[in-house]
């Protein structure tokens, strides 16, 4: 079960925007832990996308961008295409589980 | 180019030892902590252990503290994960990735273990 909740699914239309919640607790995002984002097509590896909370790596369309408050965390993608039809998860640290955390997950569709 | 690239996974019975690694080539390794993650069959990104550079801290999820040991070799830049007493929960892909802050970025494709009698 994991700590960092994420919405199963989020679907658009092409050039349209979505946004990616991951809620989390006072022993990880609102204890100031860093938030990171990852995209991962079925079948392959993750891509990191977003760390630190809104910084992006190289090569990464700044169609892509990452917020921070409180509790939560979001991933927006904007001018939404069809590659970017993927699975997306946050991830953080815990204090109390001494762990990494990664969110549930969320599947873009893009209609 | 910058690259990591696992191997070691395969077919295990309950109970036995896998040894998993990872040849990281294109960094400096011995400059970066490293993580393993994994991916049991449809489901989500978990993560399974840290090592820092100099391999002096090392982390584990509960499960498999106990069970499972990392470790490098900084000369050699690889990255290893004992993984024994073998479970059928432990049935995953399992990604090694390098350390950017607290993320991951440089992931491997992945070697695959299944736990089955």
């Known amino acids: 079960q994991s700590v960092l909740t994420q919405p199963p699914s989020v679907s658009a239309a092409p050039g349209q925007r979505v946004t990616i919640s991951c809620t989390g607790s006072?022993?990880?995002?609102?204890?100031?832990?860093?938030v990171h984002w990852y995209q991962q097509v079925p079948g392959t590896a993750p891509k990191l996308l977003i760390y630190?909370?809104?910084n992006r790596p190289s090569g990464v369309p700044d169609r892509f961008s990452g917020s921070k408050s409180g509790t939560s965390a979001s991933l927006a993608i904007t001018g939404l295409q069809a590659e970017d039809e993927a699975d997306y998860y946050c991830?953080?640290?815990?204090?109390?589980?001494?762990?990494?955390?990664f969110g549930t997950g969320t599947t873009v569709t893009v209609l | 180019q910058v690259q990591v690239v696992e191997s070691g996974g395969g077919v295990a019975q309950p109970g036995w030892t896998l040894r998993l690694s990872c040849a990281a080539s294109?960094?400096?390794?011995?400059?970066?902590?490293m993580f393993w993650v994994r991916q049991a069959p449809g489901k989500g990104l978990e993560w399974v252990t840290f090592?820092?550079?100099?391999?002096?801290?090392?982390y584990y999820e509960d499960s498999v503290k106990g069970r499972f040991t990392v470790s490098r070799d900084n000369s050699k830049n690889t990255l290893d994960m004992q993984m024994t007493s073998l479970r059928s929960g432990d049935t995953a892909v399992y990604y090694c990735?390098?350390?950017?802050?607290?993320?991951?970025?440089?992931w491997g494709r992945g070697t695959k273990v299944i736990v089955s009698s």
């Open positions: 090592i820092s550079h100099d391999g002096n801290n090392k």
């Open positions: 990735g390098r350390q950017k802050e607290d993320a991951i970025d440089v």
């Open positions: 630190n909370n809104i």
């Open positions: 294109g960094f400096t390794f011995g400059s970066y902590g």
């Open positions: 991830q953080s640290y815990d204090r109390s589980l001494r762990a990494y955390v």
């Open positions: 006072s022993s990880n995002i609102g204890a100031g832990y860093d």
